[in-house]
């Protein structure tokens, strides 16, 4: 078994992309988006337009993973034509590059920090900080960590958080993200005028939602799930963060494609390099990241990570409601981790 930091070198082997690949992975995915959101418009083909846009919201997704990809400069990284092509899907996805780099780069250098982990990522306050918390402060963040929040992250997480908040605390930084919230709102007009309402919902509005709420629940599961682990700052290493506050997400193979490999988030936090069409080569070839801190897309399972609400401290786990009512020394210390692969 190779020690943390040998490990982390010996995925550098993996960091590299073949640009023929991941041009092909953009512009397939770019092509099939453009033709499903063409579908939408078939309004006198029963169906078509329904389904046009559930998939459509589907392939926003993958390419807003594809576009994360790009932003971690894992693929396509001298690529000037790249750049410009994927900022704008940046600004279609609702998740401008000013932002989206500034927040995503902090969350991977801070990931699992009981402190000063909270820019992008879900907030996580240890009991003893709810409990001592006001009443307005508890229910902002139980708001925030809400499965409703998560649903509907279409417009609290992505609009407000990733647009009009980002614009409003910092305009000159992110004038890209009042672009983006622009871009949208031109053509939820321009759609409304080609075809009213029903229009707007099956080209843009559905497309998004779905997009959103999986996108939104993605980045709740990948760092709160039975077993994770949080530190205080003291006994926070890079890698330990990765390979233990990180999940391995199965998806299955169809969801898989659709979300780029993105449930491969262990290896995604230790190298971010690594192109998301390389992260099932890797942990085929590493043992040492074949049992990673493992849940899925299983209702079961999405109910167990939508439960966790606060950090114990004591007990080195997050717990939900229930245990939140019990005296702390009534609640069961976290057990020694087991892989959940399936």
Not at 15 to 42: E, P, Q, R
Not at 194 to 216: D, E, M, R
Not at 326 to 331: C, N, S, V
């Amino acid at each position: 078994m190779k020690a943390r930091h040998e490990l982390l070198l010996a995925t550098r082997d993996y960091a590299s992309d073949s640009s023929g690949a991941s041009w092909w992975y953009v512009l397939s995915t770019l092509f099939l988006f453009a033709v499903t959101i063409a579908g939408t418009f078939l309004r006198e083909v029963p169906f078509v337009p329904v389904i046009s846009s559930i998939f459509g919201g589907l392939l926003l997704l993958r390419l807003f993973v594809i576009y994360h990809d790009q932003q971690h400069h894992a693929i396509l990284a001298r690529s000037r034509v790249a750049e410009v092509l994927m900022r704008a899907v940046g600004i279609l996805a609702l998740s401008a590059s000013s932002v989206w780099r500034s927040s995503h780069n902090h969350h991977h250098n801070h990931n699992s920090k009981l402190r000063g982990s909270q820019i992008g990522a879900f907030p996580v306050m240890t009991r003893a900080q709810f409990t001592q918390a006001s009443r307005g402060d508890r229910w902002r963040y139980l708001a925030m960590r809400h499965p409703i929040t998560i649903l509907f992250g279409y417009l609290p997480i992505f609009l407000m958080g990733m647009c009009i908040n980002p614009f409003f605390n910092n305009p000159k930084k992110h004038a890209d993200c009042l672009a983006s919230l622009l871009v949208h709102i031109g053509i939820g007009i321009g759609l409304y005028l080609w075809g009213g309402w029903q229009q707007v919902i099956l080209t843009q509005t559905l497309p998004h939602f779905i997009a959103c709420a999986i996108g939104s629940y993605l980045f709740y599961a990948q760092h709160n799930f039975p077993g994770v682990t949080l530190n205080e700052k003291d006994g926070w290493t890079y890698e330990k963060a990765s390979l233990e506050s990180s999940s391995f997400l199965e998806t299955g193979p169809i969801m898989g494609w659709f979300t780029a490999n993105i449930g491969y988030h262990h290896i995604h936090h230790l190298n971010a390099k690594i192109p998301f069409y390389r992260l099932p080569e890797i942990m085929r070839a590493m043992p040492e990241l074949q049992h990673p801190r493992a849940t899925s897309l299983h209702p079961r399972d999405i109910a167990h990570c939508l439960r966790l609400k606060v950090w114990d401290v004591d007990l080195q786990r997050l717990i939900g409601f229930r245990e939140m009512a019990l005296p702390p020394k009534a609640t069961t210390p976290a057990p020694a981790f087991q892989s959940e692969i399936r």
